[in-house]
């Protein structure tokens, strides 16, 4: 009988340190949501400069995580507690946040990657608007916004100011259309991660449908807050067409159950 007592010794210290070791992991929830057709934090989320911008309808809310800092210490109690819980997450802070040594140098490396999304964003909007960047000049601004997830919203937003061959024209039909997905100079839609959060954020700003990368469907419908509709997209094209079906109330496409 003494045996296990022996044995559970150290299987007690390993949990007593695996309790306060430090775990590569973030804890994610709900973050904030900024519509890419209005302002944020007072200054203009687009600004045009070469022609008169156009007035625009309804929202296109881009969307966030809010994700522990990457000096943040997360332990085995985090976890747990994140793991249960519907409204947060546990994340491997390698998917949140690029590689760097120290906190300083991941806000460069996400603040680099939120340049690199926005010009991707333009160039795709001009190039979807058949427009050159020598005729207009688009100037996005979002401050303390990290990382590329925002891509597909700012290119939607870009077009609606632009209205440069009809397609913005009308594009929100007046509703808070809110979305997430990285987008290429060609148009491309990627994925990006944390989108069930994502969609609590959009519902909670008042959000009524989301625009979801097509891979990420299953994740999307992971306690979907109850009146946010999902539709996936795939490119530019197929996001464009969306909302121009859902403005003439003809039938889009939906995430299958």
Not at 183 to 200: F, N, R, S
Not at 212 to 233: S, Y
Not at 245 to 253: C, I, K, R
């Amino acid at each position: 009988m003494r045996v296990p007592a022996l044995c559970a010794a150290p299987v007690v210290a390993l949990f007593a340190a695996t309790a306060f070791a430090p775990l590569p992991f973030s804890i994610a929830q709900p973050g904030l949501t900024a519509d890419v057709l209005g302002t944020y934090r007072g200054e203009k989320v687009i600004t045009v400069g070469g022609r008169e911008p156009r007035r625009t309808e309804g929202e296109l809310l881009m969307t966030t995580i809010a994700a522990t800092s990457p000096d943040t210490t997360v332990r085995i109690q985090d976890v747990a507690r994140g793991w249960f819980a519907t409204d947060r997450a546990v994340m491997p802070r390698d998917s949140v946040y690029p590689e760097g040594d120290t906190p300083e140098e991941i806000r460069e490396a996400t603040s680099a990657q939120m340049e690199e999304s926005q010009n991707e964003a333009v160039t795709a909007a001009l190039r979807q608007l058949h427009m050159s960047p020598d005729d207009v000049e688009v100037d996005l601004r979002l401050e303390d916004v990290g990382g590329p997830s925002a891509g597909l919203l700012f290119t939607l937003g870009v077009i609606a100011k632009l209205d440069g061959d009809g397609r913005g024209d009308g594009l929100t039909g007046g509703r808070t259309i809110a979305g997430t997905g990285t987008i290429d100079a060609d148009g491309d839609v990627g994925p990006v991660g944390g989108v069930p959060l994502k969609t609590k954020a959009a519902a909670r700003d008042g959000a009524t449908v989301f625009l979801v990368p097509e891979a990420e469907c299953g994740d999307a419908r992971v306690d979907l807050p109850e009146g946010l509709r999902l539709v996936p997209v795939s490119d530019l094209d197929s996001a464009l067409d969306a909302l121009t079906a859902l403005s003439d109330g003809d039938p889009v496409p939906s995430c299958p159950s």
